[in-house]
């Protein structure tokens, strides 16, 4: 039987000497069972499970809210009904993990719901060369439409696709580049992908350039 406690006592250790020696282990609790049934045997609420193997885990109703996840592999584990508010989970590997009734994940829908809309679309915003140079096939003009294959991948921050984000954004980073008002139209929503640790910032399959803000 496995003595969660200590591997993860293990765990943190190993996290704490990565770049340094071999104290510790990582944590490889692939195909344990971690659910309702044995949720009393450790808090998983705010743990640090940076690059731990959960591959096919039964984490079915685990708290692991405000959890680091990341790097973790938690591909085809069941997260049946667990509580993944405020979770790490950039990187994090969830190929063919159960998702079914977990909480406190950000969805597309409740990320769009802060901007405008028009009768054509969602009103979003974006600007050029802030870390990248625009690809020189995208015709930056007022009425232009611009496409990108999207990274569908919502552990990924950053992927391929066609980046904006809210104005709020814009002035957080202190962004100095002309920022555009942009539409997504609603037919092109499907391709919307948004981080579920966003900061503001989400992809797109085809954005349509409006105007630049004075």
């Known amino acids: 039987m496995i ?7 293990k765990h943190e250790l190993w996290l704490q000497n990565l770049q340094n020696d071999d104290s510790g282990e990582r944590a490889d609790l692939r195909m344990a ?6 949720l009393h045997l450790v808090n998983l609420n705010e743990a640090d499970l940076r690059w731990a193997i959960l591959s096919g885990a ?6 692991l809210s405000g959890a680091d996840l990341r790097w973790a592999s938690l591909s085809w584990a069941s997260l049946r009904e667990a509580s993944l508010s405020k ?5 994090a590997n969830l190929r063919g993990a159960n998702l079914s009734g977990a909480t406190g994940l950000l969805t597309a829908r409740e990320f769009m719901a802060q901007f405008d809309r ?4 969602w009103i979003v915003f974006k600007a050029f060369g802030v870390h990248h140079d625009a690809p020189n096939y995208w015709t930056i003009e007022p009425g232009a439409f611009i496409e990108e294959d999207v990274n569908q991948e ?5 992927g391929c696709g066609v980046n904006f984000a809210t ?3 814009f002035k957080q980073e202190e962004v100095t580049k002309p920022i555009w008002r942009c539409r997504i139209r609603y037919e092109d929503g499907p391709d919307i992908t948004v981080p579920y640790n966003t900061d503001g ?8 350039l409006l105007e630049v803000l004075t």
């Open 3 to 9: 003595n969660l406690q200590d591997t993860l006592r």
């Open 33 to 38: 069972n971690l659910g309702w049934a044995n």
């Open 58 to 63: 039964d984490l079915s109703g685990a708290d």
């Open 87 to 91: 979770a790490d989970l950039r990187e």
């Open 118 to 121: 028009d009768e054509h679309g």
């Open 154 to 158: 919502p552990c990924l921050e950053c």
């Open 167 to 169: 104005l709020a954004w």
């Open 201 to 208: 910032k989400a992809r797109c399959g085809r954005l349509e």
